[in-house]
């Protein structure tokens, strides 16, 4: 099982930037791929960004950019940095985790709770 917690969410004006933090505790191989999804009010889950423990990364066309994965790996840590933040980056963001990149892309088996980014405009 895998654990994910959550940080980092909050209001931010348009052109603004945060960090989102999630921490994975639990068992680290199938948390090889740790990343981000967001559900914009009203719409479906999408992915945001992932990261696996090799580095290999990829971005939603939506925040290429913008948007800035990266990891601890002896922390078992993922980070989210946004900048340039728009009104539709709004949504709730969550954390999520697999074994692989595919499985992760498809549909990640772990989730953290989600946290809200608002961004006025």
């Known amino acids: 099982q895998v654990r994910l917690v959550e940080s980092g969410g909050g209001l931010v004006q348009a052109g603004g930037s945060l960090r989102l933090s999630c921490a994975a505790s639990?068992?680290?191989?199938?948390?090889?791929?740790m990343g981000w999804f967001r559900q914009p009010p009203g719409k479906q889950r999408e992915l945001v960004a992932v990261i696996t423990a090799s580095g290999t990364i990829e971005y939603a066309d939506s925040v290429k950019g913008r948007g800035t994965i990266s990891r601890d790996i002896a922390k078992n840590t993922v980070y989210l940095q946004m900048d340039s933040l728009k009104p539709e980056d709004t949504g709730v963001y969550y954390c999520a985790a697999d074994i692989s990149l595919g499985r992760f892309i498809r549909s990640p088996d772990y989730w953290g709770q989600g946290t809200q980014v608002t961004v006025s405009s």
């Open positions: 639990g068992n680290a191989f199938r948390s090889n791929a």
